[in-house]
């Protein structure tokens, strides 16, 4: 059974009128679920404790964020994001509502889930709001798989940038392996390749950074080749997914030329070699801001995570790719 948080809940977070990340993209999503295919469990969106948010986030930085709704204007927090007055209690409800699908796979009351939740989180650091986030959903929700006695974590972050806020909180980290795929160079600035985790935590950053105007093959190489052994030896108790779907051909702010069918495709592999070592994974909304893109490409997640066979798509090597073995290889067999 798939748990899905979908509600219109989601919407109430105010960005403005001229904003991409706007209340439309959930609204979009949401259709899908009007009539829930078979095999997937709607869920209520659960508000997250102030203790919760703390797992990876300073009280006072917690406070500002409420303040700066309470005041009941709109407030920017950063040069791209900004507070509302209803903000606060949304963001509450999106970490909140992953935690709760988080806490459902493990105890294994569903075998999946997709939170279509909003704001987004992966930019957002312990103390700071950057990039549409306000409080980091999923890095909070990692934290929280481990005080309920997860072993580790496997993030994987398929976003078209790259999560720096979540790097940031398990750089030392080998419980927690951070997986992503990004365009670069490309806004925030993180996630070379250089960048592999400090101390004990070193090897479990993998960063596959790749330059713009990437295709499905492509991807999908790098998901064959790379996540796919290190899901086999790492063996997480639960995999975690940033779903940003702006590395679409459609989107207005990514450069990438993914298909719909390609974010099926990734889904397949993140599936299947997450039943190999028994792990549940749970989807998490980030970007994607091209409406009909969205809708679509999560209709595919959907479909494979429901059991259907994923789009075929034949790896493709690209030229950089043997960079990415190469660094990737010092750590992990591949
Ligand atoms: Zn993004």
Same mark, same amino acid.
């Given at each position: 059974?798939?748990?899905?948080?979908?509600?219109?809940?989601?919407?109430?977070?105010?960005?403005?009128?001229?904003?991409?990340?706007?209340?439309?993209?959930?609204?979009?999503?949401?259709?899908?679920?009007?009539?829930?295919?078979?095999?997937?469990?709607?869920?209520?969106?659960?508000?997250?404790?102030?203790?919760?948010?703390? !797992? $990876?986030?300073?009280?006072?930085?917690?406070?500002?964020?409420?303040?700066?709704?309470?005041?009941?204007?709109?407030?920017?927090?950063?040069?791209?994001?900004?507070?509302?007055?209803?903000? #606060?209690?949304? /963001?509450?409800?999106? *970490?909140?509502?992953?935690?709760?699908?988080?806490?459902?796979?493990?105890?294994?009351?569903?075998?999946?889930? #997709?939170?279509? %939740?909003?704001?987004?989180?992966?930019?957002?650091?312990?103390?700071?709001?950057?990039?549409?986030?306000? #409080?980091?959903?999923?890095?909070?929700?990692?934290?929280?798989?481990?005080? !309920?006695?997860?072993? $580790?974590? =496997?993030?994987?972050? &398929?976003?078209?940038?790259?999560?720096?806020?979540? @790097?940031?909180? #398990?750089?030392?980290?080998?419980?927690?392996?951070?997986?992503?795929?990004?365009?670069?160079?490309?806004?925030?600035?993180?996630?070379?390749?250089?960048?592999?985790?400090? @101390?004990?935590?070193?090897?479990?950053?993998?960063?596959?950074?790749?330059?713009?105007?990437?295709?499905?093959?492509?991807?999908?190489?790098?998901?064959?080749?790379? =996540?796919?052994? %290190?899901?086999?030896? &790492?063996?997480?108790?639960?995999?975690?997914?940033?779903?940003? &779907?702006?590395?679409? /051909?459609?989107?207005?702010?990514?450069?990438?030329?993914? *298909?719909?069918?390609? &974010?099926?495709?990734?889904?397949?592999? %993140?599936?299947?070699? *997450?039943?190999?070592?028994?792990?549940?994974?749970?989807?998490? =909304?980030?970007?994607?801001?091209?409406?009909?893109?969205?809708?679509?490409?999560? @209709?595919?997640?959907?479909?494979?995570?429901?059991?259907?066979?994923?789009?075929?798509? $034949?790896? !493709?090597?690209? @030229?950089?790719?043997?960079?990415?073995?190469?660094?990737?290889?010092?750590?992990?067999? =591949?």
């Amino acid at each position: 059974m798939i748990g899905v948080v979908s509600d219109p809940v989601f919407m109430e977070h105010d960005t403005g009128g001229y904003h991409p990340e706007e209340p439309m993209r959930v609204q979009y999503i949401h259709t899908l679920f009007s009539d829930p295919p078979e095999g997937v469990m709607l869920i209520d969106p659960v508000e997250a404790s102030e203790d919760d948010i703390m !797992l $990876n986030h300073d009280k006072a930085y917690i406070e500002k964020v409420r303040n700066a709704s309470a005041s009941g204007r709109m407030v920017s927090l950063d040069p791209d994001t900004v507070c509302s007055p209803r903000s #606060f209690d949304v /963001a509450l409800k999106a *970490s909140g509502s992953l935690n709760k699908l988080t806490e459902m796979a493990l105890s294994g009351e569903i075998s999946s889930g #997709f939170a279509s %939740i909003r704001p987004p989180g992966h930019h957002a650091t312990s103390t700071a709001a950057m990039g549409f986030c306000l #409080f980091n959903n999923i890095a909070i929700a990692a934290k929280k798989a481990l005080s !309920l006695g997860a072993k $580790n974590v =496997l993030i994987v972050d &398929f976003d078209v940038h790259h999560g720096n806020g979540t @790097q940031e909180s #398990f750089y030392n980290d080998d419980r927690v392996l951070y997986f992503s795929t990004h365009q670069y160079p490309f806004y925030p600035g993180t996630g070379a390749l250089s960048e592999v985790g400090g @101390q004990r935590g070193k090897g479990f950053t993998v960063n596959c950074p790749m330059s713009y105007g990437k295709v499905d093959g492509e991807y999908i190489a790098v998901y064959r080749y790379i =996540l796919d052994p %290190i899901i086999h030896i &790492f063996k997480p108790s639960i995999v975690l997914v940033s779903a940003g &779907f702006d590395p679409h /051909a459609m989107d207005p702010i990514g450069g990438m030329r993914l *298909s719909s069918e390609c &974010f099926g495709a990734i889904a397949g592999i %993140i599936r299947d070699a *997450s039943a190999d070592v028994g792990a549940p994974v749970v989807f998490t =909304l980030e970007g994607g801001y091209d409406m009909d893109a969205l809708r679509d490409s999560v @209709q595919n997640v959907i479909e494979v995570m429901r059991g259907v066979d994923p789009p075929s798509v $034949n790896p !493709l090597e690209w @030229q950089e790719l043997d960079d990415l073995v190469a660094m990737h290889r010092k750590y992990w067999d =591949l």
